[in-house]
């Protein structure tokens, strides 16, 4: 249990038995702030706050936060392909367009979905930036889709992929081999939504999250990819107590070594 209070400034984390014990910590300090930052993230899960945002017109369903550190990595990166799998309504690869147009980086977003609804793609196909942007409608780990992705990278192309289509392991897992080899060097492959292990009994989880999840999908592909390090971007920028990420993408950051 994760106590609270707001007029004396602390939190604590009581474990599960309620019973008061547990540090007091400071809201400001990094610990409290972790703790507080946990409690706000199951509870913008059960209140399905990632469902709430556009960007540029199309629903995107991510955390603001993680958008926020996308941008810096994509300006520190400047990719020239972005590849995602997990369309949804698009408004994660408008977004990658954006920052691609807005940062003056001349490049292109590639995006897998199994199915692409045809309001998404008419919607995406009369968008602003849709110079930006090609569609690809299959599974993202069909040998075909992969053959289209691949033929799509030039050699003078630093790449970086993010996944968030199917979140299962086994799913994440396959996604990682297929996608990793076309990672630049010094770029990332993210695998979204590594925060299912630790949602517990959430609604709208299942029990098998717990093993059954992006976050451990990473672990067990770096364990045979050294070639690849766990790295969550740090700020760039921090003059607070930030210590801990506040992230849906656990553990899902992984930069492929220079
Ligand atoms: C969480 S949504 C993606 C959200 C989107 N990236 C955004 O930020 O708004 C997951 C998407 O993955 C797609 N999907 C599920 N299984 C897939 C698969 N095997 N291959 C490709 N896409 C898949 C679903 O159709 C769904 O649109």
Not at 209 to 222: H, I, M, V
């Amino acid at each position: 249990m994760i106590e609270i209070d707001l007029e004396q400034g602390w939190v604590r984390d009581d474990g599960d038995g309620g019973d008061g014990g547990g540090t007091r910590l400071p809201l400001g300090s990094a610990e409290g702030f972790a703790l507080v930052s946990k409690a706000w993230l199951r509870a913008g899960w059960d209140a399905k706050y990632l469902y709430s945002f556009t960007w540029m017109g199309r629903p995107i369903i991510q955390l603001p936060e993680d958008l926020l550190r996308m941008q810096e990595v994509v300006y520190a990166v400047r990719p020239t392909l972005i590849v995602e799998t997990g369309i949804a309504h698009g408004g994660s690869l408008v977004y990658y367009a954006s920052l691609l147009k807005t940062m003056d980086i001349p490049g292109r977003v590639v995006g897998v979905d199994i199915e692409i609804r045809p309001g998404n793609r008419a919607a995406l196909e009369a968008h602003e930036l849709r110079g930006y942007i090609t569609l690809l409608e299959g599974s993202s780990v069909a040998p075909e889709i992969a053959r289209e992705v691949r033929a799509l990278v030039r050699p003078e192309d630093r790449v970086m992929v993010v996944l968030d289509s199917d979140h299962s392991k086994e799913h994440m897992r396959s996604e990682l081999e297929i996608y990793g080899p076309l990672v630049s060097r010094g770029s990332y492959i993210v695998a979204a939504d590594g925060i299912m292990r630790s949602l517990g009994r959430a609604p709208r989880t299942r029990p098998d999250w717990a093993w059954n999840n992006p976050r451990n999908a990473a672990a067990e592909f770096l364990e045979v990819h050294p070639e690849f390090e766990l790295a969550q971007p740090a700020p760039v920028f921090n003059e607070g107590t930030l210590g801990e990420p506040v992230t849906y993408w656990q553990g899902g950051w992984l930069c492929r070594r220079e």
